[in-house]
Every structure is written in C-alpha cells, then in structure tokens.
C-alpha cells in the first residue's frame, strides 16, 4: 500500500501495477546510508543587512511572528537605547518560544569580528580563557529561553584553524554540554573538510550543528534549461557531500537557502530566486536529511566594505524578504505558505531516521526503486532498519512535472514481488511531496 501526503503541493498520486519488465536504471551511484535521526525541524532565517544598521520595530515582530518561524539568527555586534542587538533579539525569540545561537564579541572590536575569531585569535584558545568565557556567556543567557548553542565558526576554510576549533568545541562541551556549538559555512569550501568534520564533531557531535550555505542564483543564472540543471546539479552535489560527511558522526546540518539579491558596485551579483526556486532548495535539502531551513535574509539594506585605509572598497544592495521599507515581498508569502506545510512535515518526519537519497539522473541500484521517469530527487526516510517513506522533489522550478517511479514491492514473508509497483506523482512546479510505502 502507499499514500502520500498532500500538504506539500503534491497535486495526486496514481498507484498501478505493471506487467511488463521494468525500466533501465538511468546510471549507478554508491550512496552510504546515515540512518540518522531527524528530531524537530528548525525553521529561521537571519535577520542582518548592512552592518552599520539596527531596526527592530513592532512591525518587523509581527511580520517575523507571522512567517511561522521558530528560530531567528544574527551576526552583526550594535547597541542602542534598549541593549544591545543581541539582548533585543534573544529576549523577543524567547518571548516567541523559538531558538537563538549567541556570538561573543569581545570589547574594542570592529563590527566585522564575528565570535569565529575564537577559533582565529590564540589568546582564545587557551583552555582557561575558553572555559571562563562559555561560563560567563552561559550565566549570562541561561534565563532567556530562546538562547539555543554557540556559534563558534563563520567560513574558517583553512586547514591552520581547524585545531584551535577543536579546543573550542571541546571546551563547550566540558563547560556546558546541553548546548551545541554552530559553524557557517560552504562545506566544498574548506581545505581537507573532512579534517573539518573530525575537528568540529570530535566531541559533543550528537548535538553540534552545520550550517551550509551555497548561492546558486547568480545574476545570470537561468530559469529552466540544461544550464539551470547543471547549476542545481552544483547545490545538490553540496547537500550530498555535507550529509555523506555527517554520516556516522550523529551531527546535524542545516541548509542555508537563497532567498535574497544582491548587487555590488551596480551590478547584479545575485539575482533573487523565484518562489518556486526556494521551494524547490527547501525540497532538495530535506531529500539529503537538513534538519534546519534558514533562509538568508530578512532585511534589505546596505553594506559597505572598506580597504586597509578606511576608503569604501565595495557596496553591496540587497533585497531580502521584506523591502527597504520593510514591507513584505513575494517572497515573504512564498515563504508563510512553505512554513506551514513544513510544520506539517515535521509531524512525521521529526520521528523519521535519513537512510540517504536517490537521482533520478543517477540512479543507484537499491532494493527500493526500479527507475524513474522525469528529473527528481529522492530522499528516503523510516526507523532505524527499514525505508518508509520517500521525499520526492521537482528539479523543474518552471512548470509542473509528473515523476514516475517503479518500485520493488515486499510481499508478507518479506520477499520480494516479481511484478514492480508503479507510483504516478505529479509536482508543483519545485514542489515536494512526502510518500509512504
């Protein structure tokens, strides 16, 4: 018997037998399977744009209250007349029952340093100086709820750091090991990353998280086509290569979408994704075991980088969720309406164990599916032994699709059927549909 379900912008599904033999795999592909648990789905987004700006007003509450969040992040140090940016943030979070990672900033420096720069400075690296400082961070957030882990690592892609990240992490974990430690990051990025992975899962990895990020859309990233495949092939492949790393590591990964433009000096860097083109990032990265969606970002606003001499050196634009007149855009109602089927989601998959994923352009010889018919990618779920359910997603973000999919079947003894089971599956355009077998 299957059955899907249809909060994800699945338009139905047809089930029926086939007499006749199956479909030739469209190719081989070694996955390993994690088999890790997925627990409770974080939903977020960062909140910063610009670097010299902080408004926080009662309309921007209500409109992050209203996306159906349940996570907020930031990276910018400011004060103000009501605290700092932080302390306004974490207290509004908790107020909102959701989750926060806090930074550490020392006194005296730039808005740039980011609290990465304890994996970067030696005089953090000392074993003392980290404990007194997790301490004196924990006493100061443990009372807001909201206060959620750490952040200890922002695109540290050189090898030369990944030593002092490990005494980082293991001082967390000595110090307060309810809370995990966070890093951000594009995983291709990193010199020798799974050097990498060992250093930031080395202790505590049950509960430490990463966060991957990985823009596609650029200015002149196209919208259907074989070089719009190729470019989605890219983020796939980033996904693949975050959760094959996690895999026996009991870590966490979240997936940090695109939702944002950006220009620079005048020109299009980034152009901003379709509602279809999120949904679709969202889709993939569940098919790959995220257990976190963060879109990137909330505000529009401007950001100035400057040379060794203080001279604007680059000035970047960008348009997030909601406009410069913090007015929401297409994509905040694109993103309401995603939320709320994902909360939905979360109630069968926070149960669920990732065993891995499938392409349909790639398809590997597994005990669970013959072939499949149009571009999709499958990510497959259940407990800890046994495939339940499959995550199928459209890799078309420009029209609908109808996947096909030939399915070996068990019959009561646990042997296989020789007749395969056709499963008919038709998608939004990046669409996404959940199906149990």
């Known amino acids: 018997m299957f059955k899907t379900y249809n909060f994800i912008l699945s338009f139905y599904v ?22 890790l648990p997925m627990g409770p789905l974080t939903i977020g987004t960062w909140l910063p744009a610009g670097m010299n700006e902080f408004r926080f007003t009662e309309s921007d509450q209500e409109l ?12 910018q140090r400011f004060i103000d007349e009501n605290g700092t940016a932080e302390e306004q943030l974490l ?14 900033e020392p006194p005296g420096w730039t808005n740039y340093d980011k609290l990465h720069n304890w994996a970067l400075r030696g005089e953090f690296v000392n074993h003392d100086s980290l404990r007194m400082l997790v301490q004196d961070l924990h006493r100061k957030w443990k009372d807001q709820s909201a206060f959620s882990g750490y952040l200890i690592g922002h695109e540290d892609y050189h090898e030369n750091y990944y030593s002092s990240l490990s005494s980082v992490v293991r001082v967390i974990d000595e110090v307060d090991p309810t809370y995990p430690a966070y890093t951000v990051g594009r995983f291709q990025d ?54 094959r790393g996690i895999a026996g590591r009991s870590g966490r990964w979240h997936a940090i979408i695109q939702v ?14 379709s509602p279809a083109e999120i949904r679709m990032q969202v889709g993939l990265a569940l098919s790959r075991g995220a257990t976190g969606i963060i879109y990137f970002l909330y505000s529009s606003g401007v950001e100035e980088l400057f040379d060794t001499e203080g001279v604007v050196d680059e000035t970047r634009v960008y348009e997030g969720i909601v406009d410069k007149q913090r007015m929401p855009t297409e994509s905040y109602f694109a993103i309401k309406q995603i939320n709320q089927e994902l909360v939905e989601l979360d109630m069968e998959l926070v149960n669920f164990h990732f065993h891995g994923a499938l392409s349909s352009r790639n398809l590997l010889d597994n005990q669970f599916i013959l072939s499949i018919m149009g571009i999709a990618e499958v990510g497959l779920f259940g407990d800890q032994e046994n495939v339940t359910h499959l995550l199928i997603v459209n890799r078309w973000s420009h029209k609908p699709q109808k996947i096909l999919l030939q399915l070996r079947v068990k019959g009561d003894a646990g042997q296989p059927i020789a007749t395969p089971r056709a499963v008919e599956v038709r998608l939004a355009p990046g669409g996404f549909t959940l199906l149990a077998l």
């Open 14 to 35: 047809i089930v029926f037998s086939v007499s006749c033999g199956a479909l030739n795999p469209t190719g081989s592909m070694q996955y390993e399977p994690s088999r």
């Open 64 to 75: 992050l209250a209203g996306l159906g969040l349940n996570s907020i992040q930031w990276l």
């Open 91 to 104: 207290s509004f979070a908790s107020r909102q029952g959701w989750n926060m990672p806090v930074y550490f």
């Open 190 to 243: 990193y010199q020798k990353n799974r050097l990498f992975l060992v250093s930031f899962f080395e202790s505590a990895g049950e509960h430490n998280v990463f966060q991957h990020e990985h823009y596609v859309f650029r200015g002149s990233f196209p919208t259907e086509g074989k070089k719009f495949q190729k470019r989605i092939d890219e983020l796939v492949s980033g996904y693949d290569q975050v959760s």
């Open 260 to 273: 944002q433009s950006e220009e620079r000096n005048g020109r299009v860097y980034y152009r901003k994704p």
